[in-house]
């Protein structure tokens, strides 16, 4: 569930590539190359690369594990509807995404990523209440989360301004969306449970995995567009888009 927060992880590589050490990503792009796209492509991938043990120079962190707080999930109205809440969200693997294709309207300011990341793995602490498949559910204990061929799309569009000679980018929206091909998880060392029921719900998850990631997405997608939104023009008020795009 975790895995989307590598995108602000990948975010930072991106307009990254738009300091002043070409070298580290592999060169700028002209705005009159027909593929620009392709070499954007490029440079973004080698600034990732560069990137995955992170790049204090750059204000980037280490990029693993990724860490979100919280995020609940609803299963069914009234008062015995199921609710799960995770904490302590810890996802692994998000520096081995790359980025598989780019669109851009320079004109306009606009990008489109494509990425893909072959395996995500999660951990977290849950709580949950309310009845699922018929037994009362209440209780607690650790959730894991394998996720193979993870694949997100990111939408972002930038507003030029001037600042003491130089062009930069300020974010003016951002959006995402992501799926996963192929989920396995699992919950284990539940509170107030036993094995019958551990074994019963660990059935229905892995049975309703795509369905219990669409519950969740609304939720995660806020959580995502908005941790990278602050990060990303955070990014982008330090580094000159001038320095990354030129004519
Ligand atoms: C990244 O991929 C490599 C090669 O498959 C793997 O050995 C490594 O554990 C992965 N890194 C993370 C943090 O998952």
Redesign the pocket.
């Known amino acids: 569930m975790a895995n989307y927060q590598v995108l602000v992880l990948f975010f930072a590589a991106v307009i990254a590539s738009g300091t002043s050490n070409t070298h580290i990503f592999g060169g700028r792009c002209s705005r009159r190359d027909p593929n620009v796209d392709a070499c954007l492509l490029r440079s973004f991938n080698s600034l990732i690369e560069y990137m995955k043990g992170g790049a204090p120079e750059l204000g980037i962190e280490e990029s ?1 594990p990724i860490v979100i707080d919280e995020l609940s999930i609803a299963l069914g109205g009234g008062p015995d509807g199921y609710r799960a809440t995770f904490k302590d969200i810890h996802a ?2 998000a ?2 995404m790359t980025i598989t294709n780019v669109r851009s309207d320079l004109e306009t300011h606009q990008f489109q990523l494509t990425l893909f990341g ?2 995500i ?1 999660a951990r977290a602490r849950y709580r949950s209440s309310g009845v699922l498949l018929l037994v009362r559910a209440s209780g607690g204990g650790e959730y894991w989360g394998e996720y193979e061929g993870v694949k997100a799309k990111v939408y972002f569009r930038g507003e030029p301004f001037e600042r003491d000679g130089r062009t930069y980018l300020k974010l003016q929206q951002l959006k995402l969306d992501f799926s996963v091909k192929d989920i396995q998880m699992g919950v284990e060392k539940l509170q107030n449970s036993n094995a019958v029921l551990e074994a019963a719900l660990n059935l229905f998850i892995n049975t309703n995995a795509q369905e219990l990631l669409k519950e969740m997405k609304p939720e995660l997608k806020r959580d995502l567009a908005e941790k990278m939104s602050r990060f990303l023009d955070n990014i982008l008020q330090k580094i000159p888009y001038d320095d990354w795009i030129v004519d």
């Open positions: 693993e692994t693997g520096s081995n072959p395996h793995s």
